[in-house]
Each structure stands twice: as structure tokens, then as C-alpha cells.
């Protein structure tokens, strides 16, 4: 009995050996990607063009397409293949701003800081009137507006944000007490949800803001104001009508800084007459109503693996106040750089790997949802495609510029021994934490939902949340080189580690059909 339980243990010694021996990172291979990585970084100028030289990145415009040409340009020249934009399925109308301008005239000039709603019209030209101010908390109190607005600008009552902030700065780092916590989550309970539900709208303020809408073109109503979220002339933008093909007219709509819209509110609720001059243009793309995705490979070596897949990805569809900095080319060129990197050093992977840089992902994660649902599975009924079988990991980055710090592993606890073996060797960089939670709202998300392992890396929040996240303020000068090079080395190192890897990594069970909610 001894001889056989010394034998076992011995057995399970050496299985449990191998495992580690095989996810020990190769050093002379994590050097050299670290050295290409953090010395001769290129994910700055990646960044560069696909903000400052693309434009802002809303899905369906020409700018995303700029960015997506030059995308799948590079990738080509550091020898990808099967380089190119792939449709993901229908999408809607394009829309892009070509001018916009808005000031008050009266009482006296003042320049607003404004952005045009997303799938708005323009003003067809300068416009200038009065701004009138309404009052409607129901359906019925739109009547006593009838025949007074046309041509006029609207505003409406809004609370004013706080200006003043003495409890939380702009930007922040996780603390090593932040990064325990994280460390010591515990999976949630069987059949707890991983995201918090969100409480609808009640339908009777719904419905108000639906007749409004049509109330506005109904009227005439040559402009409508709205507040947005933010303050310190910091606009964080939205969309202010459907881009389906199918989409109800509305009126020319400004999101308004929440410090301009006041002062307007102000002084019409107070009596004071005030005009206003707008000259805003957009335009509408019908000509194409597909989405696409950019891929690119690094072709697999190995017979018996090449089939099988290591993906990375970021989506690089931005909204249009800005360039999309922080959300998401900071990702998307940290991905790119990867790709990159591991082209440089010459690898010749066991596994293909192949990059995708989705769009649609503001709209609800349709670029990836769409690709998924092509090649893998369709979560509503979860039949699986044959290339479902064949993806070893997803890696996604959307956190904005800062830094990792570790690995979400989406309740994947098998995974969590292996990462933290390829985390080791980046200690001294600040990412070693591993956690069972999971992050929501982004492309992993699409993977994780029919049964392939997906995976959002745990970043520092930088300014994200409070300053740059769909907002006015998010540009190429708010992303950190130091962060971004540290992103794309790990990313790189991870990938390398996915590739070379005799099995693939661990699955959770496979998620039971989603059917679509009516």
C-alpha cells in the first residue's frame, strides 16, 4: 500500500511538474519581446494615426475607414497575412460633423462649447433666433407650445452638475490595497449574473421624450438644446437619433457644456431675452449600410496546432467629439503593436494569431457580436461552429491608457494558475494580480458568451471614467507612453506563451442558449 501511494504521489508530482514546467515563460523569448516592446516601441505613431491622422472614429464614418485602411496597410507590411476588412453584417447609416458652430448673440456674444448629437441633421445653413424655453413633464403640456416654435431654438429645464470636486481627482492608479481586493474576490454564486442590470426608463418619461422628438419636427423647431454630462468644458456625447436606414426624422440637436447650458437657462427661465446663431453641418453615409472588422494573421508552424487560434483584439470605432484616444485606439494600437512586436522578433508561432479590431463596439458590441455569431456560435441557440473548438484565448484591451496591472478572468478560475506564471516575469512593471471578476461591456464579453475563453486585462483608471470616456476631451494627448509600451510587452509575452502552449487553455462549461428578449 506505501510502494503504490508513493507511487501515485509521485505520478501527480510529475503531472503537476509538467504543467508548470510548460507555463514557465521562456526568458530568452519574454527579453527579447521586452526589449522590442519597451525599447523600440512604435505604439505611439500607431496611436498618432489612428487619431490625429484618422479623425474621429464613430461607426459607419469615413474616418473610421481611414483608420481602418491604414490598419490593415500596416499589418500587410510587417507581413501579416490575410491582412483586410472583413463585414460583419449590416449596420446602419454612416454620419460624420463638417462644421459646427454656436454662439450667443444676446444679450451678448459668447462661444458655446457644444457637439452635435450623433445622427443628427445640420441647420442647413446659419441659422439665428430666440431660444425659448419648455416646460413639459407630460404628453399634454406640449399643447400649450403648438404654433410658437417654429424656427426657434428649445431648451429644457436640467439640474446643474456639481462644479466643485474636493473628494476625487482626475486621475488615479490602483492601490496595492485596490489590486488585494481584487485578488481575494471569490466567484459569484451559481446563477448570480456578472453585470448589473440596468433599470429601465419609465415608460411614461419614454413616452414624453418620443412625442417631444416628433413634437420638435412637427413645430418646425429649428434647433434643440440639450446638457450634457460633465463639467470644465468637458462634453461627454451621445447619439441623438438611430443610425438605422429606417430611422424617424429629428431636429438639429446640440449637446451643450453643462456650464454654457446653464447660463443660458439661466437667464430665459429669468425673463432675458436671448439669441442665438448656429451654423452646424453633418452628413449621412447610406451608400454601404455593412460594418466591418480589420483582422490580420500570423500564420501558425506547427501541423497538428496551426489551425488553432490566439486572437487579440480592441474595438476601434470611437465616438465623434473627439479622436477616440483613451477609447479605444489606445487599445487598438497596443494590439497592432503586438502584432508588431512579435513579427519583429521573428516568431514563427505554433498557433496562428490573429488580431481583430472591431467595430460597432459603442453601439453595443456589434462588431465583435457579429463576427462571433459568424464564425463560432450564435449564443441565442448555441450551435457551435467548427471554429468555436479551435480558439484557445481571446485577449481584449479597452480600459483606456493605463497600465495593466493583472487579469480579469471572467470566473475562468482554471486559467488563473497559468497567468499567473506568465504575469512573474512583469512584476517589476506593476502587473501581477490575478482575479476570478470579470469586467463588463466590452468585446471579451461576445467570446465568453459562446463558451471560448475571453479575457479584459485589469488596467490603472487613469482619467477615464472622469474625464476622457466618450468625451470631448479624449485625444491622442491624453494617452500615457509608458503605460502603453508596458500594455503591448505583457499583451506580446501573453500571446507568445498562448501560441507555444501544448494545450489549449482551460474552458468553463458551455454557456446555455440566450434567446433574443423581445
Not at 519574454?30 to 526589449?35: D, F, G, K, N
Not at 449621412?284 to 472588422?293: K, T, V, W
Amino acid at each position: 500500500m506505501k510502494i503504490k501511494l508513493l507511487c501515485s504521489c509521485l505520478l501527480i508530482a510529475g503531472t503537476i511538474g509538467s504543467v508548470f514546467a510548460q507555463d514557465t515563460p521562456d526568458p530568452v523569448m519574454t527579453q527579447r519581446i521586452r526589449e522590442e516592446g519597451m525599447n523600440h516601441s512604435q505604439v505611439m505613431d500607431i496611436a498618432f494615426h489612428l487619431t490625429d491622422a484618422a479623425g474621429p472614429r464613430l461607426a459607419g464614418s469615413p474616418a473610421l475607414k481611414r483608420a481602418q485602411d491604414w490598419a490593415v496597410n500596416e499589418l500587410k507590411t510587417w507581413g501579416m497575412v490575410n491582412a483586410k476588412r472583413e463585414s460583419w453584417g449590416k449596420f446602419g447609416k454612416g454620419w460624420e460633423v463638417q462644421k459646427n458652430y454656436a454662439a450667443v448673440t444676446v444679450p451678448y456674444y459668447h462661444a458655446i462649447v457644444a457637439i452635435p448629437k450623433a445622427w443628427t441633421p445640420g441647420t442647413n445653413g446659419l441659422i439665428k433666433s430666440d431660444v425659448v424655453y419648455i416646460k413639459a413633464d407630460t404628453i399634454i403640456d406640449l399643447d400649450k407650445y403648438k404654433g410658437k416654435l417654429k424656427g426657434k431654438i428649445v431648451i429644457f429645464d436640467a439640474t446643474a452638475p456639481a462644479e466643485q470636486n474636493f473628494k476625487t481627482p482626475d486621475a488615479s492608479r490602483y492601490t496595492d490595497a485596490d489590486l488585494d481586493v481584487m485578488a481575494k474576490a471569490t466567484p459569484p454564486a451559481a446563477g448570480a449574473g456578472t453585470q448589473p442590470q440596468r433599470r429601465p426608463a419609465p415608460r411614461g418619461a419614454a413616452a414624453v421624450r418620443a412625442a417631444l422628438a416628433q413634437f420638435e419636427v412637427n413645430e418646425g423647431v429649428s434647433l434643440a438644446l440639450s446638457q450634457a454630462r460633465g463639467t470644465d468644458g468637458t462634453v461627454f456625447t451621445t447619439n441623438g437619433a438611430s443610425y438605422a436606414d429606417t430611422a424617424h426624422a429629428v431636429v438639429p440637436e446640440l449637446e451643450t457644456s453643462s456650464e454654457d447650458y446653464q447660463r443660458i437657462l439661466r437667464l430665459v427661465k429669468a425673463g432675458e431675452k436671448v439669441t442665438m446663431e448656429a451654423d452646424i453641418k453633418t452628413e449621412f453615409f447610406a451608400s454601404d449600410l455593412n460594418g466591418y472588422d480589420v483582422v490580420g494573421e500570423i500564420p501558425g508552424t506547427d501541423p497538428q496546432l496551426k489551425d488553432q487560434l490566439v486572437m487579440v483584439g480592441g474595438h476601434l470605432d470611437s465616438w465623434h467629439s473627439a479622436t477616440g484616444g483613451t477609447d479605444n485606439a489606445a487599445g487598438s494600437a497596443v494590439m497592432l503593436e503586438v502584432m508588431r512586436i512579435l513579427s519583429r522578433v521573428g516568431f514563427k508561432p505554433r498557433r496562428t494569431i490573429r488580431i481583430a479590431l472591431w467595430s460597432s463596439e459603442e453601439q453595443g458590441l456589434l462588431g465583435s457580436r457579429g463576427y462571433v455569431k459568424n464564425h463560432f456560435a450564435d449564443p441565442a441557440d448555441m450551435i457551435l461552429k467548427p471554429e468555436q473548438a479551435k480558439v484557445s484565448a481571446y485577449y481584449n484591451l479597452d480600459n483606456g491608457t493605463g497600465k495593466i496591472r493583472g487579469v480579469y478572468l471572467q470566473g475562468n478560475a482554471a486559467a488563473g494558475s497559468i497567468f499567473q506564471q506568465w504575469l512573474a516575469p512583469f512584476k517589476d512593471l506593476g502587473a501581477s494580480t490575478i482575479t476570478i471578476n470579470n469586467t463588463g461591456g466590452t468585446d471579451h464579453q461576445s467570446f465568453d458568451a459562446v463558451g471560448i475563453p475571453g479575457f479584459q486585462f485589469i488596467q490603472d483608471p487613469m482619467d477615464y471614467g472622469t474625464r476622457t470616456h466618450h468625451s470631448n476631451q479624449d485625444t491622442y494627448d491624453k494617452l500615457s507612453e509608458a503605460d502603453l509600451k508596458q500594455a503591448a510587452t505583457i499583451v506580446a509575452s501573453f500571446v507568445y506563451n498562448t501560441s507555444q502552449r501544448d494545450a489549449m487553455i482551460p474552458r468553463k462549461e458551455l454557456p446555455k442558449p440566450q434567446p433574443a428578449r423581445r
